[in-house]
C-alpha cells in the first residue's frame, strides 16, 4: 500500500515491539491521516517497512511508551437521599 506521510511516532508498549502512529495513505481519500499500527513481523510490507523507517528516526523521535492509568473504582448509592453520615448510638439497658 502507498503512504506519503507518517507522523505522531510512539511505542505501543513497553516492550517497544509495536509502535502506533498515523499515516497518510495515497489511496484512502476519506480521512487524511489514518491511524496506524506498525511492527517488524507484519504480514504487510508497508507495515513492516514503516516500524524500520520510524526506529530509523525517518519520521522524527518516536515517543517513549505511557502505560494508561488503572481504572478507579466508583461507589455509587443505590439511593442518594439516604443520610450516611455517622451517628452515636446508643443501646437501651432495658432490654
Given amino acids: 500500500m502507498k503512504y506519503n506521510q507518517v507522523r505522531n511516532c510512539k511505542w505501543a508498549n513497553a ?3 509495536s509502535i502506533e502512529c498515523e499515516v497518510n495513505f ?3 481519500t476519506s480521512e487524511e491521516w489514518t491511524p496506524f499500527g506498525a511492527n517488524p513481523l507484519d504480514h ?3 507495515g513492516r517497512e514503516i516500524f524500520a523507517k520510524a526506529i530509523a528516526g525517518e519520521f522524527g523521535e518516536v515517543a517513549e511508551y505511557i502505560e494508561p492509568p ?3 473504582a466508583k461507589v455509587k448509592l443505590v439511593d442518594p437521599t439516604i443520610d ?7 443501646t437501651d439497658p432495658i432490654i
Fill in 15 to 17: 516492550e517497544h515491539s
Fill in 26 to 28: 495515497d489511496n484512502i
Fill in 44 to 46: 504487510y510490507e508497508h
Fill in 70 to 72: 488503572q481504572p478507579i
Fill in 84 to 90: 450516611v453520615t455517622p451517628t452515636e448510638v446508643t
